[in-house]
């Protein structure tokens, strides 16, 4: 099962466990070289003390990639765990999310084919460091230094 009808799965506490492999991974492969690994999740869906459609969402597993240091493999350890709540119009969303009163800080449209595998890799990119590289890497790092525009002239 890889469409569910969000708003209906929440409202019966349904719960959904899988796992995708890397290779279905196809924008995180956009940003991560030579990604590997397997990610799996829990959905688990609710009403929120607003009386508002929630999907729990946990991912967790190991991705691997290369270190943007020394281009060696690099294990990204992956766990966390985000309650994304439902909105019915865009606009209710806009409003929960960026208005006066905003309340919320994610959100996802209703939708009676939602796509589990993309509110996955959602997730997990949100999740991802800017630059992964080993925590203690061999290669001494060149890289961390802010780029001076103008260290070209001073050569
Ligand atoms: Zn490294």
Redesign the pocket.
């Known amino acids: 099962m890889k469409y569910i009808d969000n708003v209906n799965f929440a409202k019966k506490q349904r719960t959904i466990n899988g796992s995708i492999n890397s290779d279905s991974l196809k924008r995180t492969a956009e940003i991560l070289e030579e990604l590997g690994g397997d990610i799996n999740y829990t959905i688990a869906g609710s009403i929120d003390h607003k009386n508002k459609p929630v999907l729990t969402i946990r991912i967790y597993g190991k991705i691997t990639t290369l ?1 943007q ?4 493999k ?1 294990d990204i350890p992956i766990d966390c765990s985000n309650d994304v709540p439902i909105f019915y119009t865009e606009a209710d969303m806009d409003n929960a999310l960026f208005g006066d009163e905003a309340g919320y800080d994610d959100g996802i449209l209703a939708d009676a084919n939602f796509d589990i595998e993309s509110f996955v890799e959602d997730e997990l990119i949100m999740s991802l460091p800017i630059a992964p ?2 925590k203690t ?3 001494v790092e060149y890289h961390d230094k802010p780029n001076n525009p103008f260290s070209v002239l001073m050569k």
């Open positions: 270190c240091n020394c281009l060696e690099l590289k080993h890497c061999n290669l």
